[in-house]
């Protein structure tokens, strides 16, 4: 396998077909959740085989946002590292979903306890417990406010046992006059009663007015960064954002990466660097320009036609067993954010954003908000996870997810 760590398909046992509308935006009216209202179809199951294969980073990306979330079909097909999906008892979070949702393991009132965070319609709940059962999730509190909505999508825990948190934040896009339509940016915050009470450190990623498209086909945004994964690098020295971009030209569109010293965190506005022409970048601000995406969009946001191809809303962890980082993503076909499927990549560091492999496609259709919750007791997180784990769609769970080496060889200790 080449330094790239790309691949392509093989092996994965997959999904069965659901339809499960949801909202982002929380100045329109949010839909009702699936979970409540029982409206989600299941259609015939079927089955995907799928492995992934060493090839080149190069790739064409996706973007996100949504509407109703639709199948297709369609998967890759060669051969080296294999991912699978096992049908499994279905388990969910007890907060509603429609975002990335930490989950972090921590002593609170003296017993190992797995804190999840989920956030819906704009405001973020906190719940305990394991996987094997949680309690009610009970509403966070954020001061100061930042405005708009605040969907909390990652969070790092410092040795001294704060925790620091990172947020979509969508405020109306004023800049466009009279209009319900939303932008997106990143913010920063902290807490130090395991995510009970959190204090905002300020915006830290945000898109310049010069990049929103006002007359835009897109159903939510007119332009911004967010949909978010944040991760701190094994050595512990940088943090790294992996976000969606939704600017005006290809160049702003397609996922994006920047880093931040670990040691900034209590002070974190004006202190990111951005990925750029195959460089770190500092920003002078907090607003993002020159970011060259890992994957571009091929078929682009806020274009005439509603057809769009980009990857968007990348969630990040360590995988212990394949000893890399791997990715997933949600892949759009319109402006609505239409859900054509859920693909994997993954890449043996993040100093390098351009390392990360090719996309592979793991799932048709789908639900938004992939990602993975590590199955180890005391350790397995949405950050960190071993050869298998739970794999979570708007926070339910109906499968478990299996990495296994081509080679076969064991995992390194």
């Known amino acids: 396998m080449n330094a790239a760590g790309a691949f392509a398909s093989s092996m994965a046992t997959v999904v069965s077909k659901t339809t499960r509308p949801l909202s982002r935006f929380l100045h329109r009216q949010v839909l009702k959740s699936p979970r409540l209202s ?17 090839a080149s980073p190069a790739v064409w990306a996706q973007s996100r946002s949504s509407a109703n ?8 097909n060669l051969t080296s590292l294999l991912v699978g ?12 979903v429609d975002s990335n949702s930490p989950a972090v393991w921590d002593l609170v009132g003296g017993q190992e306890t797995m804190v999840v965070l989920t956030s819906f319609a704009g405001r973020t709940s906190r719940a305990l417990g394991s996987l094997d059962g949680l309690t009610a999730a009970m509403p966070v509190r954020l001061r100061p406010w930042p405005g708009g909505g605040v969907w909390m999508e990652a969070v790092v825990a410092a040795p001294d046992g704060t925790w620091y948190g990172y947020y979509h934040n969508e405020r109306v896009a004023t800049e466009c006059g009279d209009t319900t339509k939303v932008v997106p940016r990143i913010g920063a915050a902290r807490s130090r009663d395991h995510g009970a009470n959190w204090y905002d450190l300020g915006i830290v990623l945000e898109s310049p ?24 690098d094994r050595s512990g020295q940088f943090l790294y954002f992996f ?4 600017g005006r030209t290809a160049e702003e569109q397609g996922v994006g990466a920047a880093r931040m010293v670990w040691g900034d965190r209590d002070k974190p506005v004006g202190k990111l660097d951005v990925w750029s022409n195959s460089v770190w970048l500092p920003l002078s601000g907090t607003q993002v320009t020159e970011a060259t995406p890992i994957f571009l969009s091929s078929r682009l946001w806020h274009d005439a036609d509603a057809d769009v191809d980009a990857y968007w809303g990348p969630t990040v962890h360590w995988n212990e067993y394949l000893q890399q980082y791997v990715m997933l993503l949600n892949r759009s076909s319109d402006e609505s954010f239409t859900q054509e499927g859920i693909y994997v990549s993954m890449s043996p560091s993040l100093e390098t954003p351009s390392t990360w492999a090719s996309p592979t496609k793991i799932m048709d259709g789908g639900q938004w908000y992939p990602q993975v919750i590590g199955m180890e007791e005391g350790a397995g997180t949405d950050k960190f996870a071993g050869q298998e784990a739970r794999f979570f769609m708007s926070g339910r769970s109906s499968y478990v997810i299996r990495f296994n080496r081509a080679d076969g060889a064991a995992a390194r200790r």
């Open 38 to 54: 029982r409206k989600t179809n299941y259609m015939k199951p079927f089955v995907l085989i799928l492995c992934l294969l060493a």
């Open 69 to 76: 979330v639709i199948q297709r079909g369609g998967a890759p």
């Open 85 to 96: 999906l096992v049908p499994a008892e279905t388990i969910e979070l007890t907060g509603e």
């Open 209 to 232: 007015a010069s990049t929103f498209v006002c007359n835009t086909n897109n159903r939510y945004f007119v332009g911004g960064v967010g949909d978010l994964s944040v991760v701190l």
């Open 243 to 246: 976000f969606s971009q939704y």
